[in-house]
């Protein structure tokens, strides 16, 4: 990157519970529906909902562009954040890109939560004429344009993706120094980006952050970072929650039964070896959250203390396998009994960490 100046991340004040996986793989069509939950959701006290960047699909995914859905959550709602996992930073000029995302937060009010990655889908790059190899320069070389552009208010870039003039960019972001960004990637070199800027993971879910977390402790280690960028982290878990623990444990018995299914089937459809199946133990050990409020509570405390991540994306839906009503009963339920018994709650320290350097 040839000069996007480190931004600090300050630690987060508390836990913070969004939602993420509705109207993936076709789980919510209607639109209206979508409305009325995200409308519930800021109702009930949720920190925000995130959707995905996919293209070039005619059924299942009806919201490619997740900028232009944004901008209706937003304005239906007055508290709940809208985030993007992830903009795919390859596919767009970082130019438009910063200034499309300082306008929402400027009509937002300051609700805007931006998760970047280089991509997964190569047909989106071949459709587009987009070099597959490029993806991962384009990647860095736009993620330090926007962040001059957001912080400076002018930028120039002398390539070698991008090559253009000094710039004005505008409107000035609500939020300051810039909407706060979080880094999708497994690969070390992304791991390092992220580390290096103290800016955030946006950590997976399929697979778990199992393989992302233990390099982000060293490559913060390495920058001489403090522990916030992994207090501000984003953890995913499939989340189901009844007042009855066997309700709640036979509707994970389910949704791994289909998770079982649906990873076989992708498999196959990629000339893969079948996975190892999941059961029960694994899914609570890595994936889920699942049993009563109390149930609920002990193991989102043990996540917090196990990663040191205070951000939680809870998958009520399971990305559409997970009936709607039921969904929406556990996010009822979670946002009555589990949420309230976080408020203030004191994350615990997390090991390994130097002092930043001043």
């Not at 980006?193 to 199992?210: M, T």
Request: net charge neutral; with cysteine; hydrophobic share 45%.
């Amino acid at each position: 990157m040839s000069g996007g100046r480190p931004v600090a991340v300050e630690a987060a004040r508390g836990l913070r519970f969004d939602l993420a996986g509705f109207a993936r793989d076709g789980a919510l069509g209607d639109h209206g529906a979508l409305m009325r939950l995200v409308e519930t959701a800021d109702q009930q006290g949720f920190g925000g909902i995130w959707f995905n960047e996919f293209h070039f699909r005619r059924t299942g995914l009806p919201y490619p562009h997740t900028l232009l859905l944004g901008a209706e959550i937003l304005a239906r709602t007055e508290r709940l954040r809208f985030g993007t996992s992830v903009m795919v930073l390859p596919l767009h000029h970082p130019l438009m890109l910063a200034e499309q995302i300082a306008q929402l937060d400027h009509q937002s009010a300051g609700r805007v939560d931006v998760g970047i990655g280089r991509g997964t889908e190569p047909a989106t790059f071949d459709a587009l004429g987009i070099d597959r190899a490029a993806a991962r320069p384009r990647f860095a070389e736009a993620l330090d344009i926007m962040l001059r552009a957001w912080t400076t208010g002018r930028v120039a870039s002398d390539g070698p993706e991008w090559v253009f003039a000094e710039t004005e960019v505008g409107p000035p972001p609500v939020q300051r120094p810039h909407p706060p960004v979080f880094v999708a990637g497994v690969s070390t070199e992304t791991v390092a980006i992220a580390a290096r800027l103290r800016l955030p993971l946006l950590l997976s879910l399929e697979p778990n952050e199992a393989r992302q977390i233990p390099v982000f402790r060293q490559a913060l280690h390495e920058a001489g970072a403090g522990p916030g960028p992994m207090a501000a982290s984003s953890l995913s878990r499939y989340v189901l929650v009844a007042a009855s623990r066997d309700t709640a444990l036979a509707a994970l018995d389910r949704l791994t039964e289909r998770l079982n299914r649906r990873r076989a089937q992708r498999a196959v459809q990629q000339g893969q070896k079948p996975p190892k199946t999941r059961d029960r133990a694994e899914m609570l050990a890595d994936y889920a959250i699942a049993g009563t409020p109390q149930d609920c509570c002990r193991q989102i405390k043990a996540l917090i203390a196990r990663t040191g991540c205070c951000n939680l994306r809870c998958l009520f839906d399971a990305n559409g396998l997970i009936p709607l009503p039921e969904a929406q009963a556990a996010m009822a339920l979670f946002s009555a009994e589990v949420m309230p018994a976080f408020a203030g709650y004191a994350l615990p320290p997390v090991p390994g960490f130097m002092p930043e350097r001043t």
